[in-house]
């Protein structure tokens, strides 16, 4: 076998584990897809899948590694985080209760939600988020040889981001079913408080988190 298809089949099975595990990441998707619908959560689904690709290639150009030894820098990027995920999280708590009165989609927020927006809120809840420099640092020193060129790094990369970007789409195909939609049709008021809730204790993990 290809050292390189050896070196991604390692890289795979590393971070298949990763992205099924609960974070903030999993909280966003579903709180789009139960309150605002399908289209909204495969949105954010791509914009956590792209800022995927920018922890990558700071690390493969050795930002991450910078990133890493710098208390300063850690920190910036851990305080800006620990801010957007309270202050996601406080505006959950604060939304009003949906009007779900619309039958076609029974329980997703009939106030609209940009595109923008969307891709955004996935966006900048993953490049907020300090811990990949450390998961990509760890895995790519250890899995991938320094004598592996640039480009096939990247495209390890661009098959992360894939797998990351149709994993979160499946999740929201499956939350936005009738069948789900209708169960969460008359609790989604206390899924916003719920997810409100579940944002602000991550910000507050996150918060405790310590550089290296």
Known sequence: MHPY????????????????????????????????GRRAA??????IGTSLMVHVTYTILGLGLL???????????????VAYLVYIGVKALRAQKA?????????????SQSALK???LGFMA??????PVFFFLSIFSTVVSA?????????????????????????SLFMTTPAMRARFTRISHWIDRASGLVFIALGLKLATE???
Do not use: H
């Not at 495969?42 to 914009?47: N, P, Y």
């Open 5 to 36: 298809l050896v070196e991604l089949a390692s890289l795979m099975a590393i971070f298949g584990f990763a992205i099924v595990s609960p974070g903030a990441d999993l909280a966003m998707v579903m709180r789009q897809s139960i309150l605002k």
């Open 42 to 47: 495969i949105l954010t689904s791509f914009g």
């Open 67 to 81: 990133i890493s030894q710098s208390i300063a820098l850690f920190n910036l990027v851990k305080w800006c985080g």
């Open 99 to 111: 009007d779900l009165s619309v039958a076609s989609e029974p329980a997703v927020d009939v106030r």
């Open 118 to 120: 969307a891709f955004g």
């Open 126 to 131: 993953n490049a907020l988020n300090p811990k």
């Open 147 to 171: 004598a592996t060129p640039i480009p096939v790094k990247f495209g390890y990369g661009l098959v992360m981001a894939t797998c990351l970007i149709l994993w979160f789409v499946g999740v």
């Open 210 to 212: 310590k550089a290296g």
